[in-house]
């Protein structure tokens, strides 16, 4: 094997990497702007019916790509490069999943909205000091 094949393959790998982390960005941006609508009682109700329907659609879209590329990465690559993508579909049928759950809680006009508030705003950015944290420790060389 050569060295530009080497680099080739590592190259693939991070821009299949960047393709998912713009996709991640791209969805938080989009969920923030749903939170923000979670609160008030009439507009919840009907943010919470399209991040229901939302989120039914992304795990039916997930499940299938997560089973396409996981046949298609173990019969194609080497065996240090498969399921990557298999692996981010998973994630992102949890997070369907996730979604589907607050959608329960969000479309109930006023406990729905103190729900979600009080999630948001106490669990919500705990868990994100907590992601934040580890992204820190493992950048760092920091022992998680």
Same mark, same amino acid.
């Given at each position: 094997? %050569? /060295?530009?094949? #080497? ?5 693939? $790998? ?9 996709? @991640? =960005? ?26 229901g ?5 992304? %795990? /039916?879209?997930h #499940? ?5 590329? $996981? ?5 194609s690559k080497?065996i240090? @490069? =498969? ?19 607050r ?37 760092h060389?920091?022992?998680?």
């Open positions: 094997m %050569s /060295i530009n094949t #080497t680099l080739s393959e590592v190259g693939s $790998g991070f821009s299949e990497a960047f393709e998912y982390q713009e996709y @991640e =960005r791209s969805l938080v941006e989009f969920e923030k702007k749903l939170n923000s609508w979670s609160y008030y009682p009439i507009a919840s109700t009907v943010t919470g019916t399209y991040r329907i939302w989120g039914a659609l992304s %795990s /039916i879209k #499940t299938f790509l997560a089973g396409f590329y $996981g046949v298609e990465d173990f019969l080497p240090e @490069e =498969r399921f990557f993508r298999t692996y981010k579909h998973l994630q992102y049928i949890e997070h369907a999943g996730i979604n589907l759950f959608t329960s809680v969000e479309v109930v006009p006023v406990f729905g909205n103190l729900t979600t508030l009080f999630y948001d705003r106490v669990v919500g950015r705990a868990c994100a000091y907590q992601t934040e944290m580890e992204k820190f420790q493992i950048s060389n920091m022992k998680v």
